[in-house]
């Protein structure tokens, strides 16, 4: 009698162990950037709405490349484009320090090269999560996609406080120069991998057909269409905050870049906690109260920090937040790859990134522009506020359910 053989655990699948060490060392150069640039553009400007305003930009990019980086998941090798991509952020994020080394403090050129970056993440990220499918059994997707938000969530645990700390003792510059090099090592990782060849790949048809088909599954599936509407004011609320909590450390509690990055990156542990809880969270308790219960505490623990004004009131606001955003990804993700078809999987992720991420850039400006006005608390205390009144909205839809994953 011949015995089947099951599936092929996580730590002894190769090709998913290379492809998570790269992606391990692509966020940690991210999360360089992400303490790293807001502090260029303080130090240059000293002005928070300057640093909405790139972050904005760069956010309108990435949301307008969106369904097109669809199309081309679809269409082409996934790994060769996410090695592109790759490859096209070490030059990109290369050229600050060298403009910043060579022409002094260049602040507009940041528009043109974040924003040529953000199309390039953009396209990685959509190729990234269509192919995790090719690269463990269904059952495995949940916590595979858990490992590597954990993974990312440890890169901003380090990439922070790194860069807190090497921002303090020799500027900003540095540190994107350290994000530059990460993205050629995961270039470089990419490389060796291989993933399941496709059961059906994407006719190349007529562009604009292409384009609304993924936005015509998305909406068409009442689960996906569910979440997909709840992240869009989640997102206005939420692209900001980073800025937001840099500016209130630095501006209002006086804070120095060393103390911003640690603190950023204690708060990151959030997000190493929510990757190793929510695979248990989603059985336990169910989709809809996993991923609603975590926006509920994103949204007291915000609030919270606008009306207590101290440091640690940050730090606990930026750690739960840091946990429920960890927890809603992991299970989003993890719904949208289980209900549609590998085929589509690249242009339903771009067009659920395309709309959920459409708001963001303005809500970037519109926070951090009311931050220049009025000072960071009021509006951290409206955005807590209406993170609640989003999760009671999310109540009535079908997201509510414990298992909306399910057929039907």
Do not use: K
């Not at 307008?64 to 990109?92: K, N, Q, W």
């Not at 192919?131 to 059994?137: E, I, T």
């Not at 959920?356 to 506020?385: E, F, K, M, Q």
Request: hydrophobic fraction near 55%.
């Amino acid at each position: 009698m011949t015995l089947l053989a099951g599936p092929v655990p996580l730590r002894r699948n190769r090709d998913f162990q290379v492809f998570w060490a790269a992606q391990a060392l692509s966020a940690l150069g991210s999360s360089f950037s992400l303490v790293a640039l807001p502090l260029l553009v303080l130090h240059a400007t000293g002005s928070v709405a300057q640093m909405g305003l790139i972050t904005g930009v760069a956010g309108a990019a990435g949301v307008a490349s969106g369904l097109i980086a669809g199309v081309v998941a679809d269409r082409h090798d996934r790994r060769r484009l996410m090695v592109a991509c790759d490859a096209a952020r070490l030059v990109l994020y290369g050229a600050v320090p060298l403009l910043w080394w060579t022409a002094g403090e260049v602040v507009w050129a940041l528009y043109p090269l974040m924003a040529a970056a953000s199309v390039a993440t953009m396209v990685f990220d959509v190729a990234c999560s269509a192919a995790v499918p090719a690269l463990v059994d269904r059952d495995q997707i949940t916590a595979a996609n858990s490992r590597l938000e954990g993974t990312y969530a440890a890169g901003f645990v380090l990439g922070p406080v790194a860069a807190g700390l090497l921002t303090g003792l020799l500027g900003p510059v540095p540190a994107i120069a350290v994000d530059a090099a990460t993205f050629g090592l995961s270039a470089a990782g990419l490389l060796l991998i291989r993933l399941r060849p496709r059961a059906t790949v994407a006719e190349r048809s007529a562009l604009w057909p292409d384009l609304v088909t993924g936005l015509q599954f998305l909406w068409g599936t009442p689960r996906l269409r569910a979440i997909t509407a709840l992240y869009m004011p989640v997102t206005f609320l939420s692209l900001g905050l980073v800025d937001l909590f840099i500016y209130y450390l630095r501006h209002d509690l006086g804070q120095g870049d060393r103390v911003v990055g640690v603190l950023l990156g204690v708060a990151s542990l959030g997000a190493i906690a929510a990757a190793g809880v929510t695979p248990a969270l989603r059985r336990r308790l169910g989709f809809g109260p996993a991923w609603l219960g975590a926006y509920l505490a994103c949204g007291v623990a915000i609030a919270a920090a606008g009306l207590v004004f101290h440091v640690a009131a940050v730090l606990v606001a930026a750690t739960v937040f840091a946990f429920g955003e960890t927890t809603a990804a992991i299970s989003s993700a993890s719904l949208r790859q289980t209900v549609t078809p590998e085929h589509l999987l690249g242009r339903v992720t771009a067009a659920f990134r395309l709309v959920h991420h459409s708001c963001g850039p303005l809500g970037a400006l519109v926070l951090t522009t009311a931050a220049a006005g009025i000072g960071v608390r009021g509006p951290l205390t409206v955005v807590g506020v209406l993170f609640v009144v989003v999760v009671a909205i999310g109540f009535a839809t079908p997201l509510a359910a414990r298992t909306p994953e399910a057929p039907g």
